[in-house]
């Protein structure tokens, strides 16, 4: 069974540039996550997806982080415009229906200069 | 609201037992979780418990939930080079959202 995949491994862009990142989780998954995990600290959820619906966007900075999820597969995460401090590593993670663990993906490693 | 603390580093001999522990605060979690992350790798799943109960064992680890004191704590018998990670706690809120901790750096000694 394939894990979930991300991409780009790495981005390293200027402040006010905008950047997005791609999410596939695995195959039959309705459940789809965004984490922002920031060095030295645990992962922090941004978004839940449910299919193609939100569930959680209470942690997401929405005057310049968005995603979506539109045919409920596949997910892209944008931030317009990059700050500093959205230098992080952005997780993705998917969960089966019923089933209590998540997959995380290896994530996109994102440095803000 | 809801929080969950771990020490930040834990060394050990090869061959010890490594205990790492865990407080958080949502009483009404229903699951609790270790993960494991190693450098530039995702998060892997070690170990889940339920909150309905005191232990669980799969091969060399054990769980441990204490949810009077709201206390966790996951211990790897026979540590080996290996098992050098960050681990993280997490718990699953009354929201069902997975909170975790900031992590526990384990470094092995030879």
């Known amino acids: 069974e394939a894990g979930v995949a991300q991409s780009p491994r790495y981005k390293i862009i200027e402040k006010r540039q905008s950047v997005a990142f791609w999410c596939n989780p695995i195959s039959g998954h309705a459940t789809l996550y965004w984490y922002q995990q920031i060095l030295g600290q645990g992962p922090k959820l941004l978004i839940q997806?449910?299919?193609?619906?939100?569930?959680?966007d209470s942690q997401l900075p929405k005057d310049r982080f968005s995603a979506e999820r539109l045919k409920g597969v596949d997910s892209t995460l944008k931030i317009q415009p990059a700050k500093l401090e959205d230098s992080a590593v952005y997780l993705c993670?998917?969960?089966?229906?019923?089933?209590?663990?998540?997959?995380f993906g290896p994530g996109t490693r994102l440095t803000v200069l | 609201g809801e929080d969950v603390e771990q020490s930040l580093f834990l060394s050990v001999r090869e061959g010890d037992s490594s205990v790492i522990n865990c407080t958080y605060t949502?009483?009404?979690?229903?699951?609790l979780y270790w993960y494991k992350q190693e450098p530039g790798a995702g998060l892997q799943l070690l170990t889940y418990i339920f909150s309905n109960m005191d232990m669980k064992q799969d091969q060399r680890l054990t769980v441990l939930l204490n949810k009077k004191d709201k206390h966790l704590s996951l211990r790897i018998a026979d540590t080996q080079t290996g098992d050098s990670a960050i681990y993280f706690c997490a718990e699953c809120s009354s929201a069902s959202k997975i909170i975790f901790g900031s992590g526990t750096r384990l470094s092995i000694r030879p």
């Open positions: 997806f449910q299919n193609n619906g939100v569930v959680d």
């Open positions: 949502d009483s009404s979690s229903t699951y």
């Open positions: 993670a998917s969960r089966a229906p019923g089933d209590n663990e998540q997959f």
